[in-house]
């Protein structure tokens, strides 16, 4: 079983910044690719961004030049950077690895 833990979600102002991070229970963690989803109040789950095993990126449309997906393989953890906070970031953010495992979520809210 291969447990996902994420952290660092908070209650932060509008323009302001969050660092979550996730972190993976398997020593296989380097062979995967991560993913962040979010799942905003009344909307559906959406991918947020994405980093593959050998650290290629990818984001939504709606958080390129704001949000920064990295990996530390030797610490089994995924990272998500959030800088320029919108109200319409708000929501539960997930950690996804392989296309399999699944994260908790943390909560993340954007208002003044």
């Known amino acids: 079983q291969v447990l996902l833990v994420e952290s660092g979600g908070g209650l932060v102002q509008p323009g302001g910044s969050l660092k979550l991070s996730c972190v993976a229970s398997?020593?296989?963690?380097?062979?995967?690719?991560l993913d962040w989803y979010r799942r905003a109040p009344g909307k559906q789950r959406e991918l947020v961004a994405t980093i593959t095993n050998d650290g290629a990126t990818n984001y939504a449309d709606s958080v390129k030049g704001r949000f920064t997906i990295s990996r530390d393989n030797t610490k089994n953890t995924a990272y998500l950077q959030m800088n320029s906070l919108k109200s319409e970031d708000t929501g539960v953010y997930y950690c996804h690895m392989g296309g399999i495992y699944w994260g908790q979520g943390t909560q993340v809210t954007v208002s003044s």
């Open positions: 398997t020593r296989d963690y380097r062979i995967y690719t």
